[in-house]
């Protein structure tokens, strides 16, 4: 109680009534979306990255393709190849590798390239003994890109009288005539003395009227080249050109593809030309021969040529075997056979041919009349002017057999 002035007692004033709040209707609830927090993304800088990883690299490559020309089969290709940086970083190379061991290049794995600067590949190729058009590949892999850099290298590899085209495919299905072209590359006139021993047969030239040309077309047909149907694995075309004696066309057919029991770089040598009662070494190359084998004996289907071992050598996975072939008859001109070598778990037999000749032996010897010429697969022993061949081998498709072919197929093993 409050006392007012004068001693009297006021009377308590009643508190206001509070007025109700209106009771608003229940609203409804609306949830809020809800947004996810942001994800970690990859950068904008990794994923330029991976796009430049997809690109090819800026490397500019000079020339486009190393080309060798015509070259010998013992000769030996050497080019130079730029890679230049066109691009706006420096690049490393991490790793350069040749498609086969025919090509050998300087490493150049871990050198950088300068912007606008440039490294050099020094490559070297190998050709096989085998004519005609080789190819390989250099592949390049530089750092922060997945795409490689292709240096292509091929060349031609031709004796000093090229044959166009180098062999007469008449597997099943392919024309049994046609036509070859026969030139000397360093434009010397020669003569064609023979084909497989027989006259040529030319297209547009008498051998009886004309000089001699570096230019021949001929032309060659299956029932009059081939009588019986035997086909010797490389059609050896004669010559008195002072440079190549004997040039060869491979005869694709499914006759003549090796049964490969042993792998050979090669399955087909010549010794040239060798003087009667003397000899001469060549080699074959053994690429896979199992560890511990070595080739214990070689020798030829015939009585007027002897091949013996004479040494081998084991360089990484391939087997350098020399071989020496010997003169032991009276026989002259054109010798071709069947050899083989063995080891102590298998043989492996490959062409070889050459010609045998008196000391200071020029020109021509005489074709054969072509019905003189009666091949005959159970005498081995070589017949002036036709290939002796071993009895065909039927094609397989058992491992290690021979493949049947395809007409349009590669050429493939020669």
């Given at each position: 109680?409050?006392?007012a002035?004068g001693?009297?007692?006021?009377?308590?004033?009643p508190a206001?009534?509070?007025?109700?709040?209106?009771?608003?209707?229940?609203?409804?609830t609306?949830?809020?979306p809800?947004?996810?927090?942001?994800?970690?993304?990859?950068?904008?800088?990794?994923?330029?990255?991976?796009?430049?990883?997809?690109?090819p690299?800026?490397?500019?490559v000079?020339p486009?393709?190393?080309?060798?020309?015509?070259?010998?089969?013992?000769?030996i290709?050497e080019?130079v190849?730029?890679?230049?940086?066109?691009?706006?970083k420096?690049?490393?190379?991490?790793?350069?590798?040749?498609?086969c061991?025919?090509?050998?290049?300087?490493?150049?794995?871990?050198?950088?390239?300068?912007v606008g600067?440039?490294?050099?590949i020094?490559?070297?190729m190998?050709?096989t003994?085998?004519?005609?058009d080789k190819?390989?590949?250099?592949?390049v892999?530089?750092d922060?890109?997945?795409?490689i850099?292709?240096?292509?290298?091929k060349?031609e590899v031709?004796?000093?009288?090229?044959?166009?085209?180098?062999y007469?495919?008449?597997?099943?299905?392919?024309?049994?005539?046609?036509?070859?072209?026969v030139?000397?590359?360093?434009?010397?006139p020669?003569?064609?003395?023979?084909?497989?021993?027989y006259?040529p047969?030319?297209?547009?030239?008498?051998?009886?009227?004309?000089?001699?040309?570096?230019?021949?077309?001929?032309?060659?047909?299956?029932?009059?080249?081939?009588?019986?149907?035997?086909?010797?694995r490389?059609?050896?075309?004669?010559?008195?050109h002072p440079?190549?004696?004997?040039?060869?066309?491979?005869?694709?057919?499914?006759?003549?593809?090796?049964?490969?029991?042993?792998?050979l770089s090669?399955?087909?040598?010549t010794?040239?030309?060798?003087?009667a009662?003397?000899?001469?070494?060549?080699q074959?190359?053994?690429?896979?021969l199992?560890?511990?084998?070595?080739?214990?004996?070689?020798s030829?289907g015939?009585?007027?040529?002897?091949?013996e071992?004479?040494?081998?050598?084991?360089?990484?996975?391939?087997?350098?075997?020399?071989?020496r072939?010997?003169?032991?008859?009276?026989?002259?001109?054109?010798?071709?056979?069947?050899?083989?070598?063995?080891?102590?778990?298998?043989?492996q037999?490959f062409?070889l041919?050459?010609?045998?000749?008196?000391?200071?032996f020029?020109?021509?010897f005489?074709?054969?009349?072509?019905?003189?010429?009666?091949?005959?697969?159970?005498?081995p022993?070589p017949?002036?002017g036709l290939?002796?061949?071993?009895p065909?081998?039927?094609?397989?498709s058992?491992?290690?057999?021979?493949?049947t072919?395809?007409p349009n197929a590669p050429?493939?093993?020669?």
């Open positions: 109680m409050l006392v002035c001693g009297e007692t006021a009377a308590p004033t206001p009534t509070p007025t109700p709040a209106p009771i608003a209707p229940p609203a409804t609306v949830a809020a809800v947004v996810d927090a942001p994800a970690t993304d990859v950068s904008d800088a990794v994923v330029a990255e991976q796009e430049a990883e997809d690109l690299p800026p490397i500019a000079d486009p393709v190393l080309d060798f020309g015509v070259i010998s089969p013992s000769d290709a080019g190849v730029k890679l230049r940086n066109t691009g706006t420096e690049l490393e190379v991490l790793s350069v590798q040749p498609s061991k025919c090509t050998t290049i300087n490493d150049i794995s871990g050198q950088k390239i300068p600067g440039f490294v050099e020094q490559a070297k190998k050709p003994s085998g004519a005609g190819k390989a590949e250099i592949k892999l530089i922060g890109f997945s795409r850099v292709s240096i292509q290298l060349s031709s004796m000093p009288v090229r044959v166009k085209p180098y007469l495919n008449i597997v099943t299905g392919q024309p049994q005539m046609g036509r070859t072209v030139e000397s590359i360093d434009g010397r020669f003569k064609i003395c023979a084909i497989g021993g006259a047969h030319y297209i547009g030239f008498d051998p009886t009227k004309d000089e001699p040309a570096n230019h021949y077309v001929i032309d060659w047909s299956i029932d009059r080249d081939f009588p019986g149907g035997k086909f010797p490389y059609w050896i075309i004669e010559t008195d440079d190549c004696p004997l040039v060869e066309i491979f005869v694709r057919h499914e006759t003549t593809m090796p049964k490969i029991n042993m792998a090669d399955y087909r040598h010794f040239g030309q060798l003087e009662g003397k000899s001469v070494e060549f074959v190359t053994c690429t896979k199992d560890e511990g084998e070595s080739i214990l004996a070689a030829a015939s009585t007027d040529l002897k091949v071992l004479v040494s081998q050598v084991r360089e990484g996975t391939d087997t350098i075997v020399t071989l072939a010997s003169s032991t008859s009276s026989a002259r001109g054109l010798t071709y056979v069947n050899a083989t070598i063995y080891s102590a778990k298998r043989q037999d062409e041919w050459g010609q045998v000749i008196d000391p200071g020029t020109g021509c005489p074709c054969k009349e072509r019905a003189e010429i009666t091949p005959s697969a159970t005498q022993k017949i002036r290939p002796t061949i071993a065909p081998v039927q094609p397989s058992a491992p290690g057999g021979t493949p072919l395809s050429v493939g093993v020669k």
